[in-house]
Nanobody, 114 residues
C-alpha cells in the first residue's frame, strides 16, 4: 500500500508563505483523492483542502484564496501552497487519502508568529 509522508513545515511570520509537500512511497495515481488536514493545539482536526486524481479541488472556507493544492502525478507528490499566513493557521498538517479511514502520518508542524 502506498504511504504518504508530509514535509515542508516551519516557523514563518504572519503574512508569509510556506509550501508543504506530500510524497508518496509509490504510484500516487493509485490514490483517487488526497487531502490536507490540520490540527491546531486544543482543537479538532479539520479538513483544509482536497484534490482528486483528475485535479479537481476543494477548500475550506477559511483558506480559500490563500491556499492552493496541487498534484504532480509524475513526481508522486501533492503540494499545499500557503500564502498570507496568519497565526490561526498554526498547527500540525497531515496529508492523507480522502476520505480518511483512520490512518494518520506524523504530520508536519506549521507555526505562524504574529
Amino acid at each position: 500500500q502506498v504511504t504518504l509522508v508530509e514535509s515542508g513545515g516551519g516557523l514563518v511570520q504572519a503574512g508569509g508563505s510556506l509550501r508543504l509537500s506530500c510524497t508518496a512511497s509509490g504510484n500516487i495515481n493509485t490514490i483517487i483523492a488526497i487531502a490536507w488536514y490540520r490540527q491546531a493545539p486544543g482543537k479538532q482536526r479539520e479538513l483544509v483542502a482536497t484534490i482528486t486524481r483528475g485535479g479537481s479541488t476543494t477548500y475550506a472556507d477559511n483558506v480559500k484564496g490563500r491556499f492552493s493544492i496541487s498534484r504532480d502525478n509524475f513526481q508522486d507528490a501533492v503540494y499545499l501552497q500557503m500564502n498570507s499566513l496568519s497565526p490561526e493557521d498554526t498547527g500540525t498538517y497531515y496529508c492523507t487519502r480522502y476520505p480518511n479511514l483512520g490512518s494518520w502520518g506524523q504530520g508536519t508542524q506549521v507555526t505562524i508568529s504574529s
